[in-house]
């Protein structure tokens, strides 16, 4: 089992950046798979990005080339770099830890409003 707390979120202006911050309570290298979701309001959940325990990205279209995932194992945490920041990207953003196909554990999730 796995316990997760992001924190990072907040109010941006369109074009600037923030970075969120996903805190594990358990050693991150022995997690296989960890990711960014987000949820926008009326919206489904949508896979912002994810990173592999080798290092492995992988990203949602509507965000390449401005979002960054991230791992810091001695840290057990992951981060993901938003930069170029949109209004479309206001969303609940939550981290998520997959240790097998049937053991998925999810934070809490973090507000990102980004004004025009």
């Known amino acids: 089992q796995v316990q997760l707390v992001e924190s990072g979120g907040g109010l941006a202006q369109a074009g600037g950046s923030l970075r969120l911050s996903?805190?594990?309570?358990?050693?991150?290298?022995?997690?296989?798979l960890m990711g960014w979701y987000r949820q926008a309001p009326?919206?489904?959940?949508?896979?912002?990005?994810?990173?592999?325990s080798g290092g492995s990205t992988n990203y949602a279209d509507s965000v390449k080339g401005r979002f960054t995932i991230s791992r810091d194992n001695a840290?057990?945490?992951?981060?993901?770099?938003?930069?170029?920041?949109?209004?479309?990207?206001?969303?609940?953003?939550r981290c998520n830890a997959r240790l097998t196909l049937d053991a998925s554990y999810w934070g809490q999730g973090t507000?990102?409003?980004v004004s025009s």
Not at 42 to 52: C, K, M, N, S, Y
Not at 75 to 93: F, G, I
């Open 22 to 32: 996903c805190a594990a309570s358990r050693s991150t290298f022995s997690i296989p």
């Open 42 to 52: 009326g919206g489904q959940r949508e896979l912002v990005a994810t990173i592999t």
């Open 75 to 93: 840290k057990n945490t992951v981060y993901l770099q938003m930069n170029s920041l949109k209004p479309e990207d206001t969303a609940v953003y």
């Open 111 to 113: 507000q990102v409003t």
